[in-house]
């Protein structure tokens, strides 16, 4: 039987060739398989169209992966700018896996995660029409590795951290940057549903009635981090009105725009102030 990498190399030789590519370029083609930024970068372009919510749909997140990530590497090329290889690849992909070997932290403390995997995934289906199966790779037991899928990883770090009152309680000794995490969190969950639809509203709503409508964490951040509560007030009426978040009740809406107001004054007074 022929070496199933070897007979994968030959039908993309043939493919490329079929698109009019020269024999040396085709081959070159199609052996590439890793892909990342272009050389002295970093990151999959994600991070900064999130944060300033400058896109419309996922085809806008999943451009801006491919232009970023689009960069082939192998024993000829060393951050080969290589946009139709790279396409094509996507359009084969069926899995996504993200590993992870360590319990220090999770999914949802870095955005290196959402704008990695979800920007992968995301990719894919806009290349192929298809969205692939997301898994997360628990290897801290080295002796029990689990496999789980993405959508159970999320809602175990839901359960366990983002709503965890004794986790919520302990950043709140942190002053302003506990105020921080606490916007940070809510962020990276709103980029994972960006990019591969894995929040549910149930967590939307908790976040809310975790975050913002209990009276003791809602003065906590008023007083350090009124910029904290205010973003994160905005960013679960964006994953409304961008539909992520399906069903929640106008009285929850209309809750959080109160919020939105009254830190706009907040803030404003506290500009005042220091001028």
Request: aromatic content about 10%.
């Amino acid at each position: 039987m022929e070496n199933p990498l070897a007979h994968q190399v030959k039908r993309e030789i043939n493919y490329w060739l079929g698109q009019g590519i020269p024999k040396d370029e085709a081959q070159k083609r199609s052996e590439f398989r890793i892909f990342s930024s272009q050389p002295g970068a970093y990151g999959a372009g994600l991070q900064g169209l999130i944060n300033s919510r400058n896109w419309s749909t996922e085809a806008d997140l999943a451009r801006a992966y491919i232009n970023w990530s689009a960069f082939a590497y192998s024993c000829h090329s060393e951050g080969e700018a290589a946009p139709e290889a790279f396409h094509q690849r996507l359009t084969n992909l069926q899995v996504v896996l993200q590993n992870q070997d360590n319990r220090e932290h999770d999914l949802l403390d870095s955005d290196n995660y959402y704008q990695f995997q979800g920007g992968l995934a995301n990719a894919i289906k806009s290349a192929s029409g298809i969205a692939p199966a997301v898994y997360f790779g628990d290897h801290s037991c080295q002796q029990n590795p689990k496999i789980r899928r993405l959508q159970d990883e999320i809602s175990r770090v839901y359960r366990a951290r983002v709503i965890n009152p004794k986790w919520i309680k302990g950043v709140m000794r942190h002053g302003y940057k506990g105020a921080f995490e606490l916007s940070a969190t809510v962020d990276l969950l709103f980029g994972y549903d960006a990019t591969t639809n894995c929040v549910k509203d149930f967590m939307y709503e908790g976040v809310a009635n975790a975050y913002l409508f209990d009276r003791e964490v809602e003065k906590f951040m008023s007083v350090n981090n009124p910029w904290a509560l205010k973003d994160i007030a905005e960013r679960l009426l964006e994953a409304y009105q961008r539909q992520l978040w399906q069903n929640p009740s106008v009285g929850m809406i209309d809750r959080l725009k109160t919020i939105v107001n009254m830190t706009e004054g907040i803030i404003e007074a506290a500009q005042e102030r220091n001028i």
